[in-house]
């Protein structure tokens, strides 16, 4: 059974940063693609972006309020490991933060073809 642990949320101001990380154990990390995704209030759980392990591939949100350019994914795999660099923060960033796993190594977008996900993180971001 693969368990994901996330650590790094909090409050901060808007432009600043934070780096979120998840710890994994039970599987074989370094064959998944790991990934982030989040749930503002009252909104949908979306993704954020993901790591792929085969080819180390990244890939981000393509969501008009886009975290790419701002948003770094990268893992550890020594660590078992995958954090979330998240810098020049908005007010629309604000929600809680899951790690998720897929053992298939897709690379997807859709939340359905993750098998594993964390309690989450909350982040906040003040204006």
């Known amino acids: 059974q693969v368990q994901l642990v996330e650590s790094g949320g909090g409050l901060v101001q808007a432009g600043g940063s934070l780096r979120l990380s998840c710890a994994a154990s039970?599987?074989?990390?370094?064959?998944?693609?790991m990934g982030w995704f989040r749930q503002a209030p009252g909104k949908e759980r979306e993704f954020v972006a993901s790591?792929?392990?085969?080819?180390?591939?990244?890939?981000?949100?393509d969501a008009s309020d886009s975290v790419k350019g701002r948003f770094f994914i990268y893992r550890d795999n020594a660590k078992s490991t995958v954090y979330l660099q998240m810098n020049s923060l908005k007010p629309e960033d604000t929600g809680v933060y899951y790690c998720?796993?897929?053992?298939?190594?897709?690379?997807?977008?859709?939340?359905?073809?993750?098998?594993?996900w964390g309690q989450g993180t909350q982040v906040t971001v003040s204006s």
């Open positions: 790591t792929r392990w085969s080819s180390g591939s990244t890939y981000y949100s």
């Open positions: 998720v796993a897929d053992t298939g190594n897709r690379g997807s977008r859709n939340r359905l073809e993750y098998d594993y």
């Open positions: 039970g599987g074989t990390f370094t064959s998944y693609t």
